[in-house]
């Protein structure tokens, strides 16, 4: 066997330009790991004996991947950082390799397209220039804070002194990624280019600069940013003020980006060799946080998640270019708005011409305030929902490729659904219901192709929220499950293969939790605390707040399945029966915890007094412990059954699809952080003092007997699990 090729190359061509060309072998994306910035060193050394006989006279770093520039660092050996000296030292590696670039004595230039993330705009920032191409595919960030983490290879010290401090603020803190025309205008990229005769054009821009003929033209700032970014006082503004936004928008939570913004207070003005040791220490405080391992594992969640099934069976399928969403409601609103920002063609039927306007109506605003929030261009808004067909007939339904169905959760109602709309279909067309808890193969037993029958599960709101579970009826085919992973990846989503059991993951996980809700008010706790104790915790809102937007009527349902199928542990509090007996039907009425008028919401005390609560009853500690580790017991029936493939899908899954707090990892690393035997005695506690209900689960049990881990995937590779394919 031949030996691979090494992820990056020299090549020096007629006119003398070097070019070091990023092409790691078998891999769509070009990562900076070990291997590749070792390649790199090696190559600057030779570069360095070459340019003291005057051959090469520039260097141009060019990507040999279509749609990639540089996607940043392996994730993988970021979680393998052991201890601060060893993510310092990693940072430090990388600094000095990319100072000896910078150093070479010939102009360099980063020719960016397509993706260039982390440690790709690292490098780029260490060239002399950059420049782009003008397409979509190009982007420029770094996003480093979202795994816990700052730009730790020199990006937190170089971008503030060449955009300005408020810009690098922004690109750091927001993760946000920039488009050439934005890197433009910022001043970090120097110039924008055709994709056409890219390569050509970078070799013309390299001799330019060899002939001296390219002047730095600094970013425009307007007066009042130049003053505060050019005085002591000013600085102290900015600085004092990204701080206050950081701790208002999550606290101390994530210290990374408190970090980032003492990293570039702290070394705008220094030489940049201190200021890198600065840089690096840094890294190596943040790289080692609780909080960073969370973030890290989960974003490998993510991306094991997207290749979870057959990734070759997948790229076989072809794209979903029309898809029909049955229901036009809040959420068929959404998924149609969501296919037409992603440029496909969408029908959205109804049998009621109000409740089919509305539904456009739903699409069309969501659209325009991704227009307004630039997610999308807003020259492009009328184009894009020009792609959204209404409609209360099947006559467009001739050439669809998925029909997702998003009518109301009730299965004799869905089942009517697909025997009515299949004759309409092509043969080649699946169906996906979007149902939260009922049985994908019950629904599949009406159909003629029942191997066309998937279950595609959104959250709301569509637009926000990143997970899909995907669900394989018992006669569910292989293509009908790819064509759905493929259809997801390309409306952005994070898709999570789940088991046809109630409930799935996420709401089987959520029901106990906000069933506990009725429990709590029953012993004595009042609304508010109940929320403020969860918000604190970390949850995006309350239990309380939640089941409002949920619906006590839907939630009532939801309960029922889920007692019918789990029995006494899932039976439906006395409370939360009660309040939806009197017609509280939470926001959508007006009524439910929370009273709702004019934009205002308030706890409605009616519903404490009904409960006599008034502030008193439950400790803090014992509603986080009673909420969520009944949630945690429930995790480890379903990993029993083999409903996901192991606690990084239900982590992954709880973050995404109902917002658990990503610092602390999801319900399973929350847990681990306890440890098994005391999430066992306290589980024991609980049930001595509330019911059964809080039975340790026979995995939980094990577990806490055998000092094992509620993270390690290995020991739930249970007969249950969902076949491998």
């Not at 690292?122 to 420029?140: G, V, Y």
């Not at 009660?578 to 439910?592: I, Y």
Request: aromatic letters at 6%.
């Amino acid at each position: 066997m031949a030996d691979k090729p090494p992820p990056l190359r020299l090549e020096i061509d007629a006119d003398k330009i070097a070019w070091l060309i990023f092409d790691a072998p078998d891999a769509r994306v070009n990562l900076l790991d070990t291997q590749v910035m070792r390649h790199l060193d090696h190559y600057l050394t030779e570069l360095e004996s070459r340019i003291a006989t005057g051959h090469p006279v520039a260097l141009v770093l060019w990507s040999g991947k279509p749609d990639t520039y540089i996607a940043g660092a392996d994730v993988r050996e970021i979680a393998e950082i052991e201890d601060e000296e060893d993510g310092r030292t990693k940072s430090a590696m990388g600094q000095r390799i990319f100072q000896r670039l910078g150093r070479l004595g010939i102009p360099k230039i980063a020719a960016i397209h397509g993706t260039c993330l982390g440690g790709g705009t690292e490098l780029a920032l260490a060239c002399d220039w950059r420049l782009a191409t003008d397409t979509r595919a190009t982007a420029i960030g770094l996003p480093e804070i979202k795994l816990g983490l700052i730009p730790g290879f020199g990006g937190s010290v170089r971008l503030p002194r060449l955009i300005g401090i408020q810009r690098a603020l922004s690109m750091i803190l927001t993760e946000r990624s920039l488009s050439a025309a934005t890197a433009y205008r910022y001043g970090l990229v120097d110039q924008i280019l055709d994709e056409a005769g890219f390569r050509n054009s970078a070799a013309e821009v390299a001799l330019d600069a060899v002939l001296g003929r390219l002047e730095h033209v600094p970013p425009h700032m307007p007066p009042k940013d130049r003053l505060l970014e050019g005085t002591r006082l000013g600085r102290r503004l900015l600085f004092r003020g990204a701080r206050r936004r950081v701790r208002n928008a999550s606290g101390t939570r994530y210290p990374a980006a408190l970090k980032a913004i003492e990293v570039i207070e702290d070394t705008i003005d220094l030489p940049i060799d201190e200021a890198l040791a600065i840089e690096a220490e840094a890294l190596g405080y943040v790289a080692t946080t609780d909080v960073c391992r969370n973030l890290v594992r989960l974003f490998r969640g993510g991306q094991a998640a997207n290749k979870a099934f057959a990734p070759d069976l997948v790229a076989q399928q072809p794209e979903a270019e029309k898809i029909a969403v049955l229901g036009a409601g809040i959420m068929g609103g959404g998924i149609a708005e969501l296919a037409a920002a992603n440029d496909i063609s969408v029908v959205l039927k109804d049998i009621d011409q109000e409740a089919l306007d509305l539904g456009l109506r739903h699409a069309s605003e969501l659209l325009r305030k991704a227009g307004e929030r630039g997610i999308i261009e807003p020259e492009e808004v009328g184009l894009k929902f020009a792609l959204v067909h209404g409609t209360l007939t099947y006559e467009r339904f001739g050439d669809v490729d998925v029909v997702i169905e998003a009518v109301v959760e009730r299965l004799h109602v869905k089942q009517q659904v697909l025997r009515d709309v299949e004759p309409e279909l092509p043969a080649h067309a699946v169906f996906a219901t979007n149902t939260s808890s009922l049985s994908v193969t019950e629904l599949g037993k009406v159909a003629a192709r029942p191997d066309r029958v998937v279950g595609l599960h959104f959250f709301n709101p569509v637009h926000r929220m990143p997970l899909v579970e995907i669900i394989r009826g018992e006669s569910t085919s292989d293509a009908a499950l790819a064509t759905v992973f493929r259809l997801a990846r390309r409306l952005g989503k994070t898709p999570v293969l789940v088991a046809d059991r109630p409930g799935f993951i996420v709401n089987r996980l959520l029901a106990p939790y906000l069933n506990e809700v009725g429990f709590l008010l029953d012993d004595g706790t009042d609304v508010a605390r109940i929320d403020r104790t969860l918000k604190e915790f970390g949850m995006p809102m309350g239990p309380c707040r939640l089941l409002d937007e949920v619906g006590f009527d839907v939630a009532a349902h939801v309960a029922r399945e889920m007692a019918r199928s789990y029995g006494e542990r899932m039976q439906p509090s006395a409370a939360l029966r009660t309040l939806a007996d009197l017609g509280r039907l939470g926001k959508k009425n007006g009524r439910g915890f929370y009273t709702y008028s004019n934009g205002d919401e308030r706890v409605d005390r009616e519903v404490d007094r009904a409960f006599g609560s008034a502030g008193r009853g439950v400790a803090p500690e014992d509603i986080i412990d009673r909420c969520l580790l009944i949630s945690v017991n429930e995790a480890m029936y379903a990993l029993e059954e083999g409903v996901v493939a192991g606690p990084a899908d239900v982590d992954l899954a709880m973050v995404m699809g109902t917002g658990f707090p990503p610092f602390r990892g999801g319900p399973l690393a929350w847990a681990e952080s306890r440890g098994a035997r005391s999430v066992r005695d306290r589980l024991l506690e609980l049930r001595e003092r509330h019911g059964d209900r809080f039975t340790p689960a026979p995995g939980l049990v094990r577990l806490a007997d055998t000092d094992g881990s509620f993270t390690a995937d290995a020991l739930w590779q249970s007969p249950g699990s969902p076949p491998e394919v």
